[in-house]
C-alpha cells in the first residue's frame, strides 16, 4: 500500500517562510503526479499547488509569487517552499499523490495533513 507522509508544518509570524516535505512510500512502480491542498476550518478543500514528474507545475492564484513546489523523483518527495505567509494560508496542508504501484495499475493517495498556522 502507497502511503504518504507529510511534515514541515508548524507556527510562524506573517512575513515568514515554512517548508513542507512529503515522502512517498510503498510498492511504487512510477509517480505521474503530486501536489499539496490545504483546508482551512469550515472549508472546502482547495488545491495549492501540483507538479508532474516532468517538473510542469500548476498554483493557486492565491499564492503565486509566494509558494514554489518542487520534488525530488529519486526520493518520491514533493516539497511545497511557503514565503511571504499571510494569516489566510492558514490551514491544514494535505500531499497528493497518483501513480502506479504493484498493487494497482492507479492510485490516488493522501497523506494525514499537517498544519500551518500563520499569526498577525
Known amino acids: 500500500q502507497v502511503q504518504l507522509v507529510e511534515s514541515g508544518g508548524g507556527l510562524v509570524q506573517a512575513g515568514g517562510s515554512l517548508r513542507l516535505s512529503c515522502a512517498a512510500s510503498?510498492?511504487?512502480?512510477?509517480?505521474?503526479?503530486m501536489g499539496w491542498y490545504r483546508q482551512a476550518p469550515g472549508k472546502q478543500r482547495e488545491l495549492v499547488a501540483t507538479?508532474?514528474?516532468?517538473?510542469?507545475?500548476n498554483y493557486a492564484d492565491s499564492v503565486k509569487g509566494r509558494f514554489t513546489i518542487s520534488r525530488d523523483n529519486a526520493k518520491n518527495t514533493v516539497y511545497l517552499q511557503m514565503n511571504s505567509l499571510k494569516p489566510e494560508d492558514t490551514a491544514v496542508y494535505y500531499c497528493?499523490?497518483?501513480?502506479?504501484?504493484?498493487?494497482?495499475?492507479?492510485?490516488?493517495?493522501w497523506g494525514q495533513g499537517t498544519l500551518v498556522t500563520v499569526s498577525s
Open positions: 507538479i508532474t514528474s516532468g517538473g510542469s507545475t
Open positions: 510503498g510498492s511504487i512502480f512510477s509517480i505521474n503526479a
Open positions: 497528493y499523490a497518483e501513480g502506479s504501484s504493484g498493487e494497482v495499475r492507479y492510485f490516488e493517495v
